[in-house]
């Protein structure tokens, strides 16, 4: 037996959250005014800020997985997010169907092409817990491909934490008369309509069999490594404030975020040409 071979046999078995989320469990009256809210956001985007510089210089990688109801919130905690970041180190992927090309593969495929270089943060809006969600609730997956699937993801997972990539998996959660009402505010507004679709209103129709889908996948997929992250979301300012803080914490762990020091070379030419004295203390070159 190779010694790789004998490194993956030795491995310890993927093991499971002993008390997975539970949407039942939510606390649904979470709320959060605006003037706490663009206070606590703002201080969490100069430490996203400082997190993305940091996974730059030291070529370290992340994944954030997005999931949750349509019309939870997802795309607002994007878009808080990418605001003060450098573009560069920052890569959204919204997952939709796949293409004809991607269906001729593993349906993990088109995921593994799309996971971060060097430097990146990488934002899945929606993943592939496609496959025990909506693939399996409209019955694009056979039942023997979403049931095996469960371990399949959790494999699939375990081999970016073991190749270095930081993962957070984040699922928000509103009420369906949260859903309704936000359903309505796009409809009526001809600048957001097209952020509803067909296929917006059919889910909604089959809520109870989500629920059941979603449960499952987490009391299947939240592992100790890699649980779930449930954010209650009826309150849009609190879901974005929890769902940045969350991405930060976990992503932050164990990481040095002290700014990088200057190359002294370019330090002293930069003075020079921008015409900055040395800082204080310092003896000049």
Aim: charged share 30%; no cysteine.
């Amino acid at each position: 037996m190779s010694n790789k071979a004998k490194r993956l046999s030795q491995r310890e078995p993927i093991r499971l959250q002993r008390r997975p989320p539970s949407l039942a469990k939510l606390d649904m009256t979470k709320h959060m005014g605006r003037k706490e809210y663009e206070t606590k956001l703002a201080r969490l985007q100069v430490s996203l800020k400082e997190l993305s510089l940091a996974y730059q210089s030291q070529s370290r990688r992340a994944v954030i997985v997005l999931e949750g109801w349509d019309a939870a919130g997802k795309g607002g905690v994007i878009r808080r997010m990418h605001w003060p970041l450098d573009p560069r180190g920052l890569k959204v992927w919204p997952i939709s169907a796949p293409t004809p090309e991607e269906l001729d593969h593993h349906y993990l495929y088109r995921f593994w092409t799309r996971l971060p270089r060097s430097g990146q943060l990488v934002v899945f809006d929606r993943s592939w817990y496609g496959r025990v969600l909506v693939e399996r609730i409209e019955g694009y997956a056979t039942r023997t491909e979403w049931q095996r699937a469960y371990a399949e993801i959790n494999e699939f997972e375990r081999m970016l934490d073991d190749d270095g990539v930081r993962l957070v998996k984040i699922f928000l959660h509103i009420t369906p008369e949260e859903q309704l009402a936000r359903f309505q505010a796009r409809f009526n507004d001809p600048l957001k309509r097209w952020k509803l679709s067909a296929e917006d209103l059919r889910n909604r129709a089959r809520w109870a069999d989500y629920e059941v889908a979603i449960e499952e996948m987490f009391q299947r997929t939240s592992t100790v490594r890699q649980p779930w992250i449930v954010i209650p979301g009826n309150s849009k300012h609190y879901a974005r404030l929890a769902a940045i803080n969350a991405i930060v914490k976990r992503l932050a762990d164990g990481v040095d975020l002290s700014p990088s020091g200057l190359d002294p070379g370019f330090e002293q030419r930069a003075r020079k040409v921008l015409g900055l004295n040395e800082p204080s203390g310092r003896k000049a070159r």
